[in-house]
């Protein structure tokens, strides 16, 4: 008898989460939605995932949910916090090859010392913030 009430109650709890799951996965694909949307980058998450102790995959919905409720004071705040201590590779810049010649050519550089400098000035400023310094020499 006790058994049957056991199942019972784990099918009832099921019934009454899983609008409570369904909201929260809607949320969180809202979230990564508004990552994607943004000019937040890889750098930025891995940033931020190191700030909050989070897989950068975890970062992705938090600067999302962090978009989407008008705090991204808060997200810049993260990332300035890891200046000097979270860095980048050029693969996490989420520049490519033809921003690099843009860049060489916008600097005056070579395009691996080009490749240098955007490193490091993502790895200090993060994505978005890079991308909205250097939007005329990107464009």
Known sequence: MRF???KKVAALAAVIMAPLASGAA???NADFRAYANSDYGYCDAK???HVWRKDVGQ???IIGAKIRNRLEKLIR?????TANSVYCSWDETDLSFRDAKKLA???GRSVGDAKLKAKAMVSKWGTAKFRRRMRDALS
């Open 4 to 6: 049957v009430r056991a």
């Open 26 to 28: 809607q949320a969180q």
């Open 59 to 61: 970062a992705k919905a």
């Open 105 to 107: 050519k916008y600097w």
């Open 77 to 81: 705040a993260d990332i300035r916090s």
């Open 47 to 49: 940033k931020v995932a």
